[in-house]
């Protein structure tokens, strides 16, 4: 029977991909294999949130929230006069400058 005629088709899926590339493409979706065994443990530890990998990233940020955010909203609090660095206002700058920071090292 003929196309017009309503037989049964079918399809085949091939792959566009040699069979080295389909090799390194399923140890990449594993993980495994030599060549993105690094890479996976360096993602998995960056997003686990722990390790030297996680430290290294954020301490050029924490450094600069340190020596440069933190001293300079006391230097600007200081300057209002005896007792600005105890109120409420020193603590909301504070908060939302480490809120900031945290959002920066989460994106």
């Given at each position: 029977?003929?196309?017009?005629?309503?037989?049964?088709?079918?399809?085949?899926?091939?792959?566009?991909?040699?069979?080295?590339?389909?090799l390194?493409?399923?140890?990449?979706?594993?993980?495994?294999?030599?060549?993105?065994?690094?890479?996976?443990?360096?993602?998995?530890?960056?997003?686990?949130?722990?390790?030297?990998?996680?430290?290294?990233?954020?301490?050029?940020?924490?450094?600069?929230?340190n020596?440069?955010?933190?001293?300079?909203?006391?230097?600007?609090?200081?300057?209002?006069?005896?007792?600005?660095?105890?109120?409420?206002?020193?603590?909301?700058?504070?908060?939302?400058?480490?809120?900031?920071?945290?959002?920066?090292?989460?994106?």
């Amino acid at each position: 029977m003929g196309f017009f005629s309503g037989s049964k088709g079918g399809y085949k899926q091939i792959s566009n991909l040699t069979p080295q590339q389909q090799l390194a493409q399923s140890q990449y979706v594993s993980g495994a294999g030599p060549a993105f065994s690094s890479l996976y443990d360096y993602y998995g530890g960056l997003m686990s949130g722990q390790g030297a990998d996680v430290n290294a990233f954020m301490a050029p940020q924490m450094r600069q929230f340190n020596e440069q955010i933190i001293p300079g909203l006391s230097e600007q609090f200081a300057g209002m006069g005896s007792g600005a660095l105890s109120s409420s206002g020193f603590r909301n700058a504070a908060v939302s400058a480490g809120t900031d920071l945290s959002e920066r090292l989460g994106a």
